[in-house]
């Protein structure tokens, strides 16, 4: 108590001082008989109020991140997300006319800034950008809607705080909606939905929420109540404030309150009471209000929306038309009002130092900084790295530390986005994103200040379902590794190899249409044409029974030769006994025949033999070798002789051996809506697959099949066209399995045509 006293009087650094000189003059001595006050001064150490003053955040530092909000703009494809952010840019003021997707000014939206985007009417990469509504800052992504390019949905999730999920007031939660579901949920983020395109015909929106609730399992409830539908429709009804809401004016620009319609006053107080009684069951004050049959103020509705949508237990809905400019307003306002600040959302990291113990991290900036690159880009400039600053802040000149290189790295020029044009900027706080230039880093990484060793967990990158071969025209242009190069830098599901059997250059990524866009990329930004076509199979070859050899290598040539023999057999591995065994070699010689110091190199000739069949030019698999006797020459007899006969040896027996073709069979599951499972059994049939297990969940049919590789090329494509955009699949590898003979023959036939070209 005399200690605080003090240390009220004196201040921080007269009361360190004092206490310091206390101490010299006292000696060990009195520190032995140390009064209360000198025990306080003892235990406490010097400066630590002063520094705990220091840590309190700026008052203008947390005005500042009062005042913002990082959302998404996520949905199915065609959903009209693009359509939406174009007018939140609108109507905030970064745009001065609106611009629509596929428009006939052939001048596109302004996040759909690549070429190929305003061709094909689609969005292919995630677009950043920022605004203003009212006082509040705005870091907006808009993402894709199409299942190739999840990435982008899933790497802007991974560093936004709140999200607008778009759905289409007819086709409702399909697909892809779900997917995006499934993300925000892993990485935690809040969400608000929207009913677009309500002036469509057959417009449903109390369908669609039912949908939210049973396919998205989260409580929903509608905060709005559509004036008209379809063509009819005029505007919204506010249930919390029980308020008529129109757009009018220039673009929507103008919001109208009016008095609610008398046709739609029942329906209104129907949509509060279920309002009210979502709310009761995921929040608290509401849910005691409820059982006192106490009616909620409208700021005790807004409060409990607030609280049970950051905390990811309901999400409100709201209805509008982004074409027909009706209802972006209020979504905007609900943004502001529903989704979490900055600091309101808890971020970790783990301490490299302290054995990965997970940190909660300060979303403040006068913290040491830390930060986490998400997206790359390749620029004019260089390399666009995109950043979003979690702790502390980035200046311009500073240098960071790059956490997985150790690399420090100076930040020579810091940028905020606006779709593909930029502004430059002298820093950024805690909270914000930015791209920086010439950072050489990968998506994921983890930069600091340098005084904390600590790391973000990165985003998840889903494996590649599909790959095609790709060949350069011109063989000789360098610029064909350095877009391969580039492209897999800015995109992990995008991934390139050679393969060393085909020596074909593979590329994989999430879908056919994903291949395609990069092609055509390539093309394009590199000036390289390129010839795509089914990649090379892995098929195997096998034997399927027992065959004898007895192979003499004998070479005579003047001086010493070349002598060896071996006997024995080679037959099948069971590959139910032995799963992982692909090949053995057996040494049963007795007597000496073969001499020890050469059985080594019978087993390498064996292995020379596995790495080529005479079939189709694969490796062989499931075979075993058992040397049984041999002969060998005093003077001829050599390591190469032993070798080179047992490789001719165990030719001869794999073509006495009934030997049979493999080929990868994957396991592809499937999932369709319950209308369109016909025509997918009807395709997997004509591709030769084998139905192991269907099951019906609500709308939505889930087919598991298995299907031979060599049959799925082509398979996204014909499956979007049969299920309307409406079916996904992945597919996994589940084993090598025999060939049928005529498609045994046809390769056997291919490869002999293909070695009769090559020697020509």
């Not at 053995?584 to 000496?592: A, D, M």
């Amino acid at each position: 108590m005399a200690a605080s006293l003090l240390f009220s009087r004196l201040g921080a650094g007269t009361y360190a001082r004092t206490a310091a000189s206390m101490l010299r003059s006292t000696g060990t001595a009195a520190a032995s008989r140390s009064t209360p006050l000198t025990a306080a001064l003892l235990s406490r150490r010097w400066g630590s109020t002063a520094q705990s003053l220091a840590d309190e955040p700026d008052a203008k530092d947390i005005e500042r991140l009062d005042r913002l909000r990082n959302i998404g703009i996520s949905a199915h494809i065609d959903s009209g997300k693009t359509t939406v952010t174009e007018r939140i840019l609108y109507y905030t003021g970064r745009i001065n006319e609106i611009h629509e997707v596929r428009g006939k000014d052939n001048v596109g939206a302004t996040m759909d800034w690549m070429e190929l985007e305003r061709e094909k009417g689609i969005t292919i990469q995630s677009a950043a950008t920022y605004a203003q509504w009212g006082e509040t800052n705005l870091n907006i992504i808009d993402t894709p809607g199409h299942v190739d390019f999840t990435i982008e949905v899933e790497r802007a999730l991974r560093v936004l705080d709140g999200a607008v999920l778009v759905l289409c007031s007819v086709s409702g939660v399909q697909s892809q909606t779900i997917t995006v579901d499934r993300q925000m949920r892993r990485y935690n983020v809040p969400r608000i939905s929207f009913i677009n395109k309500m002036d469509r015909a057959g417009a449903n929106p109390a369908r669609i929420i039912d949908q939210i609730r049973n396919k998205l399992k989260i409580p929903a409830a509608a905060l709005q109540v559509p004036i008209g539908a379809e063509d009819a429709f005029q505007g919204v009804v506010d249930v919390i404030a029980k308020k008529a809401i129109y757009n009018r004016g220039v673009r929507g620009g103008d919001v109208v309150y009016e008095d609610v319609p008398e046709h739609l006053v029942e329906a209104v107080n129907t949509a509060r009471s279920e309002l009210i009684t979502t709310l009761a069951e995921v929040d608290d004050e509401i849910g005691e209000l409820f059982i006192e049959e106490a009616e909620p103020t409208n700021e005790q509705l807004h409060a409990a929306v607030r609280r049970a949508t950051i905390a990811r237990r309901f999400t409100p809905v709201l209805m509008g038309s982004a074409i027909k400019d009706k209802g972006i307003q209020t979504l905007l306002d609900s943004v502001i009002r529903y989704l979490p600040k900055s600091t309101e959302v808890t971020n970790t990291m783990l301490d490299i130092d302290n054995n990965e113990t997970v940190v909660d991290i300060v979303p403040y900036s006068h913290k040491p900084f830390v930060g986490l690159a998400f997206k790359l880009e390749e620029g004019k400039y260089g390399q666009l790295t995109y950043i979003r600053v979690y702790q502390g802040r980035l200046e311009k000149g500073q240098f960071a530390h790059h956490v997985k290189s150790g690399k420090r790295v100076k930040i020579s020029r810091l940028v905020r986005m606006h779709s593909n044009s930029m502004e430059d900027v002298d820093s950024i706080g805690a909270g914000e994103i930015c791209a920086l230039f010439g950072i050489d880093c990968a998506s994921g990484d983890t930069f600091t200040d340098g005084t904390l060793n600590c790391s973000m967990s990165t985003m998840f990158v889903p494996d590649p379902v599909i790959a095609l071969s790709l060949e350069p025209k011109d063989k000789n242009s360098p610029n064909f590794s350095k877009a391969l190069n580039r492209f897999q830098r800015e995109d992990p599901t995008f991934r390139s190899h050679v393969d060393p059997e085909s020596k074909q250059t593979i590329i994989s990524g999430m879908g056919e249409l994903h291949l395609d866009i990069y092609v055509e990329r390539m093309r394009r930004e590199y000036n390289v044409d390129c010839v795509t076509g089914k990649p090379q199979v892995s098929f195997r070859e096998t034997s399927t029974r027992r065959a004898e050899f007895n192979y003499t290598h004998k070479k005579q040539s003047g001086g010493a030769g070349q002598f060896g023999r071996v006997a024995g057999y080679i037959e099948p591995i069971n590959p139910e006994e032995h799963a992982e065994l692909q090949h053995e070699f057996v040494n049963n010689v007795v007597g000496g025949n073969i001499p020890t110091q050469y059985l080594a190199a019978c087993e390498k000739g064996y292995m020379d033999g596995l790495k080529e069949g005479f079939m189709v030019g694969h490796p062989i698999v499931g075979v075993r070798m058992v040397l049984k006797d041999g002969a060998a020459h005093s003077v001829d007899s050599s390591e190469l002789a032993f070798r080179t006969a047992t490789f001719h040896a165990f030719r001869e027996a794999m073509k006495a051996s009934s030997p049979r073709i493999l080929e990868p069979v994957m396991t592809v599951e499937i999932s369709v809506p319950v209308e369109f499972q016909g025509n997918v059994l009807g395709s997997l049939n004509k591709r030769k697959g084998m139905i192991v297990d269907t099951e019906t969940q609500e709308d939505y049919c889930v087919i598991v099949a298995e299907v031979p590789l060599n049959n799925m090329f082509g398979y996204s494509t014909e499956l979007r066209s049969a299920t309307q955009g409406k079916g996904e699949f992945s597919m996994e590898y589940k084993r090598h399995s025999p060939v049928m003979q005529n498609v045994q023959e046809e390769l056997i036939k291919e490869y002999q045509k293909k070695q009769t070209e090559d020697k020509s």
